[in-house]
């Protein structure tokens, strides 16, 4: 089945049931603070859920152009990519669940629909929470339809409640899991809920959306029950097709064929094979981000871009790719698979704007990795076998210099049996970070307004939500910003994506154990290097460095920083931590409100 009659069977199921297509909404998400991209259907048409505005039919369906970036690292894998296609149907206000599961396994098990053998489908539905109960109803509705108690699984929040993002409308979904069999599997503990490829997601066939979320914790009931189902035509391609990569399907495989035209397909090694997969991947998404008006730029989505065209390049040097007229080529092959769909991509100044972007980085990143390669080398000789390490400090400057990618500064070190010091990397950008974040010092400007004991608990709270957060999440988490009342704590840190509820439960308890010990909070003199050397976390070299006292507070093993205070002598003064929000402040930052509660 090709993806055009794909997407042609799902609007005319939906139709035939009396659903209104919509066209797709531009790329660039309008009017919508917390989104820079739509990154599924329903993002596209929110106001209709939380009643804002009326939709121009109660039952709509569409195909969306979507681009997600959380996961950039993944991409490179079979399955993942930045931009897709999201099969979208809705019920704003109209029938619930029990229709919805009906239409879902007519579309996915009849002859006109995708003609899929039912024993190899299984289904996921919400299990429950101290906030929202088990979807039990929708788990009785697939047993109607046939589907054996065993192929329903219950899964918790993470899985299946779906929310647009901190806030807004939300609820419990349920997913479809097709069985791609036994060749896939990874081992004898291979289930359905098993990532490795045998069990792929396809559909998720229903988020009932029930509840408009205010917070973490927070959950309000919408005026009315809608349904949004979302599938990703990639993904369903893949399957419906019997290819085991989403690259292999007839959405993808031209534009690889084009790129790996000048290479020997069969010799590539995995690694060469992923860098094809990201030059395709990136590609597709820059057509699509500029057909939409996106161009190249340091800001929002023009930094998006920009990224995703930069790391392309990247790649397609790593692969030695004959460049000449590959843009042109590509452009053509995307006309020919997509510009029925989207006549937009149709635009011939897409290739001039790649084309000018490709040829502005490449002369930095060709100056970048001719440094980088000399480096190498002289690394390797000062070495000289004793150890295998290349500094960090080095691949940052490289990076912030030329904009080659640390993952590919780690690539070719490899070649020189060179590993990068990722702490060192992270401690250089760390503090390039905080020397470029305009008026950072004003930051701890707060704190002077009030008296010191007034907010020393929660600057103690501070320090040890720091560390925990760097525990749980990893030490990529760095402080990004920070604000200080008698009342509250507000933390801004880099990370990529929202923190899960466990995540959240798992930093407060963490925090709260600390606490509890009653550890003494440690102040010591010492030299800005010596601080640094033993571990401890520093902002602003600058402030720092010139002076050979400063100040550093340290909580048991738990915590170290340098930090001018005030804190508390004991742990055990703070009573109960407590975090009240979790939000994006930005691409890549996120703010953590908590409070100190009264012990009971
Ligand atoms: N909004 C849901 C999702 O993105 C269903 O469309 O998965």
């Known amino acids: 089945m090709t993806s055009a009659e794909i997407r042609q069977r799902f609007i005319s199921f939906f139709v035939k049931n009396d659903h209104l297509e919509i066209p797709s909404a531009n790329l660039v998400a309008r009017d919508d603070p917390s989104l820079l991209l739509v990154n599924s259907g329903m993002a596209a048409i929110k106001p209709y859920f939380t009643g804002e505005e009326k939709p121009p039919h109660k039952r709509l369906v569409d195909i969306q152009k979507c681009v997600r970036t959380e996961d950039l690292e993944e991409v490179g894998d079979p399955h993942h990519h930045t931009f897709f296609e999201m099969l979208g149907s809705w019920s704003i206000g109209d029938y619930g669940k029990k229709l919805a599961v009906e239409l879902a396994w007519e579309l996915l098990t009849s002859d006109e629909g995708f003609n899929l053998e039912a024993p190899k489908l299984y289904v996921t539905i919400f299990a429950g929470n101290d906030y929202i109960p088990a979807d039990e109803e929708t788990a009785g509705y697939w047993r109607n339809v046939g589907v054996p108690d065993e192929h329903i699984l219950r899964l918790p929040a993470e899985d299946n409640l779906w929310v647009s993002g901190p806030t807004g409308p939300c609820g419990p979904c349920t997913e479809v899991i097709y069985d791609r069999g036994e060749k896939y599997s990874c ?73 790996t035209s000048g290479l020997n397909v069969d010799s590539l090694t995995p690694r060469q094979k992923q860098s094809v997969r990201i030059v395709t991947d990136h590609l ?76 502005n980085f490449l002369k930095a990143l060709q100056r970048g990795l001719n440094v980088l390669n000399r480096e190498l080398s002289e690394v390797t000789q000062e070495n000289a076998g004793k150890t295998n390490i290349f500094p960090g400090e080095i691949a940052f400057e490289i990076e912030s210099t030329y904009g080659v990618p640390l993952e590919t500064q780690e690539e070719l070190a490899e070649n020189y049996g060179l590993e990068v010091d990722e702490k060192a990397y992270q401690k250089a950008y760390e503090e390039h970070q905080e020397l470029s974040r305009k008026g950072a010092a004003s930051k701890f400007g707060k704190v002077q307004e009030y008296a010191p004991e007034e907010i020393a608990p929660l600057h103690t709270a501070t320090h040890l939500l720091h560390a925990a957060l760097r525990e749980i999440l990893g030490v990529q988490v760095k402080q990004a910003g920070q604000s200080l009342t008698p009342e509250r704590l507000r933390f801004d840190f880099t990370f990529e994506r929202k923190l899960t509820r466990e995540e959240i439960e798992k930093v407060e308890s963490l925090v709260n154990g600390k606490i509890k010990a009653g550890l003494a909070v440690i102040k010591k003199e010492t030299t800005f290097h010596q601080a640094v050397k033993e571990g401890a976390l520093a902002l602003f070299r600058e402030k720092y460095k010139e002076v050979d006292k400063v100040t550093m507070y340290q909580i048991d093993s738990f915590s170290k920083e340098l930090c001018g205070g005030p804190h508390v002598e004991d742990t055990s003064e703070l009573g109960c931590f407590k975090i009240v929000k979790e939000e994006s402040v930005g691409k890549g930052i996120r703010r953590i409100k908590a409070v100190l509660e009264e012990n009971n």
């Not at 392309?312 to 080529?329: G, M, N, P, S």
Request: charged share 25%; proline share 4%; glycine share 6%.
């Open 187 to 259: 081992g004898i503990d291979c289930n359905p809920t098993c990532n490795c490829g045998r069990f792929y997601e396809i559909w998720n066939a229903g988020v009932f959306m029930q509840y408009d979320r205010k917070s973490e914790t927070e959950f309000d009931k919408l005026p009315f029950l809608s349904v949004d189902t979302g599938a990703g035509l990639e993904r369903l391609a893949a399957v419906l097709q019997g290819k085991d990569s989403n690259y292999e399907t007839d959405l993808f495989a031209p534009l690889v064929t084009e790129i």
């Open 284 to 359: 597709r998404a820059a057509f699509f981000l500029i057909a939409d008006g996106v161009t190249p730029s340091n800001k929002q989505e023009g930094y998006v871009l920009r990224r995703l065209i930069r790391r392309a390049v990247t790649h397609q040097v790593l692969l030695k790719i004959e460049h000449k007229d590959l843009y042109f080529r590509l452009f053509k092959q995307i006309i020919d698979i997509y510009s029925d769909f989207y006549p937009e991509v149709a635009n011939p100044g897409i290739v001039d704007i790649l084309k000018i972007e490709h040829q």
